[in-house]
């Protein structure tokens, strides 16, 4: 007799998974209600639902989220994620890097709201970026969202992505001054990195004002979300207005000092 898997194959298909909860597209609309003409259209949103299931049954093998309930997540990760959309449109964005992307936020909502953008979902973690691959080829995305299983400081010495994005975009990934650091070589001049922060961040930022400057950059400015439940969340926009010295990023025992 051939012993059994200890468990199943992990689903590549959102068709056979359950539906969502009846008050899963309620939660998402709602938490979206606040960017007014800028929420995406009904079918758009339906695409970024396909994502969840495929979540929620991976994350019963593979700890990607710890948000467990579809609803919750319909909030606390899409909405959240697509309360950068604003700040995209307003800057014109048509590429960006997912750094730590994770189980694919903020990046995936985002590339599916902005239909005509190409984008990179970045995670070191070989299982989360599995998970990715999953998710980007269920929801057919693959002609325009790439994933990568690498660090930010190895992309950021590939000449081929060096000063090349538009934006970075990241979210719970780390203090403002290291990803400022791992994420202003990527960007171009004039490049945008987005960062997903709680209040109160004062210290923070001002922590980070001492490193921005040797590396190119400076605060443009912090927005606030208006997602029920979320109002502590806030949006810091880092402005890449020089070039970053070759030597950024460094070694991570290097980068507990500011860049000077």
């Known amino acids: ?19 969502l909860p ?12 606040p960017l007014g003409a800028h929420a995406p259209p009904p079918e758009l949103l339906a695409a970024m639902a396909d994502h969840v299931p495929l979540l929620v049954a991976w994350n019963e093998s593979i700890n990607l989220s710890g948000i467990r309930d579809p609803v919750a997540m319909a909030v606390e990760h899409v909405a959240d994620s ?40 970045l995670d ?8 990715l691959v999953t998710a980007v080829d269920a929801l057919g995305l693959t002609d325009r969202i790439h994933v ?8 950021a010495r590939d000449p081929a992505q060096r000063d090349r994005w ?11 001054p290291e990803l400022s ?34 590396l190119g950059g400076r605060i443009a400015g912090c927005e606030q979300q208006a997602i029920p ?18 030597r950024y990023p460094r070694e991570p025992a290097a980068r507990r000092r500011p860049a000077s």
């Open 229 to 246: 439940g979320l109002e502590d969340h806030v949006l810091v926009l880092v402005e890449k207005i020089a070039a970053t010295p070759a």
């Open 22 to 33: 009846p008050g899963f597209f309620a939660a998402l609309e709602n938490g979206l209600r």
């Open 148 to 155: 990568a299983s690498d660090r930010a400081e190895t992309l």
């Open 124 to 131: 070191s973690v070989a299982k989360k970026a599995r998970f």
């Open 166 to 176: 538009q934006a970075v975009v990241a979210r719970a990934v780390a203090g403002l």
């Open 82 to 121: 697509l309360a950068a959309l604003p700040v995209l449109r307003r800057a014109g964005v048509g590429e960006f890097v997912d750094i730590g992307s994770g189980a694919g936020f903020p990046g995936l909502p985002l590339a599916i709201a902005l239909p005509h953008s190409s984008a990179l979902l």
């Open 181 to 214: 650091e791992l994420a202003l070589p990527l960007l171009r001049e004039g490049g945008l990195l987005v960062a997903w922060k709680r209040r109160p961040l004062e210290a923070e930022l001002a922590e980070a004002e001492r490193w921005l400057g040797p």
């Open 1 to 19: 007799m051939t012993a059994r898997p200890d468990r199943d194959p992990l689903p590549t298909s959102v068709s056979d998974l359950p539906p």
